[in-house]
């Protein structure tokens, strides 16, 4: 695509969602860099947290795999442990937790764990330790948790981190002063998407920084996190947490009756358009077809579909 082999991007988010992305953008764009969340408390990454004391590796080990240039390394990584004191540990998760604490920190163990698997592109986490989640609802209740927001299943108000001054990694506040395109990637709103962009000094970093911010938004709601919300909502969401973006990528089309089916079982549905209300907002709406066909493991982005997309909204803006 012409033009897009020059961009710098940088996406911010964690579960499902940025992988995707990264997996799109790692052979289309210039520079790459992903941020990542650091406040999963449960699983694999979880047990790790609570037993070692490392922040919690397997968004940031799914990023790296994403952007692995040493692809058999990376099926490694991946490898998940079925049975025994090891079981549901990905090898991944204990190699970073092992360079971490041979490093002396955890973004150290990353950059060497990235140096292994030859990534195209840098992958940081959110802060430089692991960050607690704090969630406050509608009735006034607070948890404290990630793991617990949709087993509490009350709408949520904000989220914040503790330790508070957990600060980002310097290089994540350079990369976004680099940038051209600053892109929030799809995921759990409260629980993904917001918190990769609570590290301190990103608020800031974003306050300051002229190019276009785009969300690309999520297709179906969240049971316990995100139920009734539309688009327009999501956005204010972010905004009332870091910035309000520029751009937002919605996608277009019908989606299989039996896939809305199995998901309204679940309590979830498709995520509605409320235009008008986007565009009062200021917000530029770009609307494609963005979803992957194989819907084997349910509603997901197209990484190729979705990464020309963000290329061409970026350079419309540029």
Not at 144 to 168: F, I, L, T
Not at 275 to 297: P, W, Y
């Amino acid at each position: 695509m012409n033009g897009a082999e020059k961009l710098r991007v940088v996406a911010f988010g964690g579960g499902t969602g940025l992988p995707v992305l990264l997996r799109g953008l790692r052979d289309r764009v210039g520079s790459l860099t992903a941020v990542v969340t650091v406040a999963d408390d449960g699983g694999s990454s979880g047990r790790l947290r609570q037993e070692l004391g490392v922040a919690p590796p397997g968004d940031v080990r799914n990023c790296l795999v994403a952007l692995a240039g040493r692809q058999r390394l990376a099926e490694v990584f991946n490898y998940r442990f079925g049975a025994g004191d090891l079981s549901d540990h990905t090898v991944g998760n204990i190699i970073i937790a092992a360079l971490a604490d041979m490093a002396g920190g955890f973004c150290e163990g990353v950059e060497q764990a990235a140096r292994f698997l030859r990534t195209r592109g840098e992958v940081y986490p959110a802060a430089t330790e692991s960050l607690t989640l704090v969630v406050r609802y509608a009735d006034g209740t607070i948890t404290r948790g990630e793991s617990v927001v949709r087993e509490v299943g009350k709408k949520v108000v904000d989220v914040s981190v503790e330790p508070e001054g957990a600060v980002a990694p310097p290089g994540v506040i350079e990369a976004v002063e680099k940038a051209d395109v600053v892109v929030l990637s799809a995921g759990s709103l409260f629980t993904s998407t917001v918190p990769a962009l609570l590290g301190g000094g990103v608020h800031e970093a974003l306050g300051a920084f002229s190019g276009p911010v785009l969300y690309v938004a999520n297709v179906m709601t969240q049971p316990g996190e995100t139920d009734g919300y539309t688009v327009s909502d999501h956005l204010r969401a972010i905004a009332d947490h870091a910035v309000l973006p520029t751009d937002v990528l919605v996608h277009s089309g019908e989606l299989p009756s039996e896939l809305v089916g199995r998901y309204a079982a679940e309590g979830a549905a498709p995520v509605a358009l409320d235009r008008e209300v986007v565009e009062a907002l200021g917000i530029r709406l770009r609307e494609a077809d963005l979803l992957s066909q194989d819907f084997g493991a349910g509603v997901r982005h197209d990484p190729g579909r979705l990464a020309e997309e963000v290329c061409e909204a970026a350079l419309v803006r540029l």
